[in-house]
Each structure stands twice: as structure tokens, then as C-alpha cells.
């Protein structure tokens, strides 16, 4: 295959995570936020509205956290990008959203995710797709999205297993 050629074909991957003891109702409206992904994903500090009601087709927030290796200078630069909600299905659980600006060199990324039921709770899935990033390989991609969509996961659970304790169920 020509060089040419190889550069259009995006990477693919998809993550998925178990929430053990959480049902997919209870889950969804956590991720149907829009806008309080930062509540969950584990290397963000911001996400905040830009336009848009969260939820709402259309909507773009803004999501800044994990910073990137030094460069030449000595500094590290925080990472930043605008997503915007493509589309969404709440009977489905699902919605999809592309990063339309950032400081991440992620070109045409588009993301499924997913909140699909199972016996003893439920599961995130996320599937994604962009052009090959400089600097990085489809594994790394793979990892940090894999990784943090666990944390997510744990972080879910927990927050329901504290509000179950605190009701005394």
C-alpha cells in the first residue's frame, strides 16, 4: 500500500467497561450529561458548556486536562479540545460526538458510546475512530481510552455503591 494511501485509513477501536451492580437506567443519565464528563473521566479537570443544552443534538463543551511530555522549553501544555454531541438515542443509550477543535493533533475523531444492560449490571461501550495521530501509535489510543473508560467504570460504581450506604440499602 502506498504511503498516500495509508495515511487516509482512520484507526478504529472500541473499549468496553462492566458496571457491576448498576443497571444501564440508572448509568445512562450519568453519561447522557453532555457536559459533566470531567465527574467521570479520570484525566480530566474541565468540562464545561460552550453551547448548547447538554444532551440537546448540536451542544459543544469544552474538556481540558491530561498534559502532554515536556517539550524543547521545559513546559508542559495542558490538553484541550471542543467536542460537539452528533447525535443521540436515549431509549438506545447511545449517543456520538467528534472533537471539531484541540491541541491534541486528533483529526476527524468520532466516538460512540454506549450503555448496554447485562445480568449483573451493565456495560460502557465505546468505539471510536480518527485519523492516525503523530506521535502516537493506535495502541496508545487504545490504552488511554481502554484505561480511562475502567476508571470511568469504577468511579460509576462507587458513586452508587456510597449512595446506596448512605440510604441504608
Known amino acids: 500500500m502506498d504511503p498516500i494511501q495509508q495515511t487516509k485509513e482512520k484507526w478504529k477501536g472500541k473499549a468496553k467497561t462492566e458496571v457491576v451492580g448498576c443497571k444501564a437506567e440508572q448509568v445512562w443519565p450519568l453519561l447522557e450529561d453532555f457536559f ?5 473521566f479520570p484525566t480530566l ?11 440537546k443534538p448540536g451542544c ?31 431509549i438506545q443509550r447511545v449517543f456520538t460526538y467528534a472533537i471539531i477543535d484541540g491541541n491534541v493533533g486528533f483529526y476527524s475523531y468520532v466516538s460512540t458510546v454506549k450503555v448496554l444492560p447485562k445480568d449483573d449490571g451493565c456495560e460502557i461501550e465505546w468505539l471510536y475512530e480518527v485519523e492516525p495521530v503523530e506521535g ?21 460504581q462507587e458513586a452508587f455503591k456510597t449512595m446506596e450506604d448512605a440510604l441504608g440499602a
Open 36 to 40: 459533566g464528563l470531567d465527574k467521570w
Open 45 to 55: 479537570s474541565t468540562c464545561i458548556p460552550i453551547e448548547g443544552i447538554s444532551g
Open 60 to 90: 459543544v463543551r469544552f474538556c481540558a486536562g491530561f498534559k502532554t511530555p515536556v517539550d524543547e522549553d521545559g513546559k508542559q501544555s495542558l490538553n484541550w479540545t471542543k467536542q460537539k454531541l452528533l447525535s443521540i438515542n436515549p
Open 136 to 156: 502516537w501509535k493506535l495502541e496508545y489510543l487504545d490504552f488511554f481510552i481502554g484505561n480511562g473508560l475502567d476508571v470511568m467504570g469504577k468511579r460509576i
